[in-house]
């Protein structure tokens, strides 16, 4: 896996990715795999210039090859959080609706949870049911950040 640091007004980012894909997305705090290789590809590059195009307030939608790893339910989270539109929040329990699994808030939220990929899969779209903002791994502040973003604020 490659990967490759950037500045942006939200702090440092590393972007990583495998064969031509986005793999990982990591803040600062995050722990970083020991085998990693820092080096800036193309696709690191377009990743860089477009969530540094979606921070500005111009870019709506990414536009990037992603490969996250997870298990086939955690995927079709993910391709759900995809489709929640700029600007606009759903809950855990509306995700686990959509996909088919009533039931299975919670399960939607360890999945939320456990996206290599945020912002670029925008689970800070996903709200508790009472639309308190709930765990994001970049922190509550910057989740509150991305949102109010989004809505123009």
Same mark, same amino acid.
Request: hydrophobic share 35%; glycine share 10%; with cysteine.
């Given at each position: ?22 793999? *990982?997305?990591?803040?600062? *705090? ?81 999945? *939320? ?34 949102? *109010? ?5």
């Amino acid at each position: 896996m490659t990967a490759y640091f950037y500045e942006f007004e939200i702090g440092k980012i590393g972007i990583a990715e495998k064969d031509g894909k986005i793999t *990982n997305l990591y803040f600062e *705090n995050d722990e970083l795999p020991k085998d990693l290789l820092i080096c800036e590809t193309s696709v690191l590059k377009e990743a860089a210039r477009q969530l540094k195009s979606y921070l500005a307030g111009e870019l709506k939608e990414f536009s990037l090859p992603l490969a996250p790893a997870g298990t086939d339910f955690m995927k079709k989270v993910w391709t759900n959080l995809c489709e929640i539109p700029y600007g606009k929040t759903a809950t855990y329990k509306e995700i686990a609706e959509k996909i088919g699994s009533p039931k299975a808030a919670r399960a939607v939220g360890l999945a *939320n949870n456990r996206n290599s990929i945020p912002i670029f899969i925008p689970c800070h779209r996903v709200i508790g049911a009472d639309g308190s903002l709930t765990g994001y791994r970049g922190g509550l502040e910057l989740k509150k950040r991305l949102l *109010n973003l989004e809505k123009g604020k």
